[in-house]
């Protein structure tokens, strides 16, 4: 089946370290999207990229970095820079006349 | 600031009933609207959409209405169904699809038996 597929579904990071949330897609859609979800509040775009080996900041990026090495990967790695990393994490991906396909998303809590 | 605004955190219709959900923009360069529902501990799954050139689309029981001079937007569920249940994105980019989307804060919509 294709789809988005993220993973771990749930994670926990101590204080001070990175982790890295990873997103695989097999629907061979060029543009791939991270979005943060925090309680009462809508989707908000923190990296996006358009084409492999290149990406763009979004709304939040602080805290965050990126890579576009292979078409369907797009990890994001949460590092100790980020203040406030306890979320719900999402991945989307899609081509350029299609809507944003999702995937589960991660949960990361902070111990 | 926030670009897109639906203003009613939570909605309860019962069975039967039409479901009518509210979104409000401010940026004039937004010219494609999209609807997602979302479950808990799930992603949003695309649900319905409209471009600018458009002031209604359907599909099935799904309606989304675009009011431009207003800069308003609704989502009509007709009829509901309990299995409708869930969290409702509204959304807004300025170009297809590829851009990127701003979403507003969501709509819990219960629907009862």
């Known amino acids: 089946d294709g789809g988005i597929t993220q993973s771990p579904k749930y994670l926990f990071r101590k204080e001070g370290q990175n982790v890295t949330l990873s997103c695989e897609q097999n629907?061979?859609?060029?543009?791939m999207y991270w979005y943060r979800q925090d309680p009462g509040q809508g989707l908000r775009l923190i990296y996006y990229?358009?084409?492999?080996?290149?990406?763009q900041k979004g709304d939040i990026a602080e805290g965050y970095s990126v890579s576009r090495e292979k078409k369907e990967s797009f990890p994001l790695t949460v590092t100790s820079a980020q203040k406030n990393p306890t979320a719900f994490y999402l991945c989307?991906?899609?081509?350029?006349?299609?809507?944003?396909?999702f995937g589960d998303g991660t949960r990361l809590s902070i111990l | 600031d926030q670009q897109v605004k639906q203003n009613s955190p939570s909605l309860s219709v019962q069975e039967g009933r039409i479901s009518i959900l509210n979104c409000d923009y401010t940026?004039?360069?937004?010219?494609?609207f999209l609807w997602y529902k979302k479950y808990p501990a799930e992603g949003p799954t695309f649900l319905i959409s409209?471009?600018?050139?458009?002031d209604k689309n359907e599909d099935g029981r799904f309606t989304v209405f675009l009011n431009k001079s207003a800069k308003h937007l609704s989502l009509h569920i007709v009829p509901s169904q309990p299995g409708d249940s869930a969290v409702y994105f509204c959304a807004a980019s300025a170009g297809e699809y590829g851009n990127k989307l701003v979403f507003g804060a969501g709509t819990i919509l219960r629907v009862k038996s």
């Open positions: 629907l061979n859609h060029d543009a």
């Open positions: 990229s358009q084409i492999v080996n290149d990406f």
């Open positions: 940026n004039s360069m937004f010219d494609y």
């Open positions: 989307a991906s899609s081509r350029f006349d299609q809507p944003q396909h």
């Open positions: 409209i471009s600018s050139i458009k």
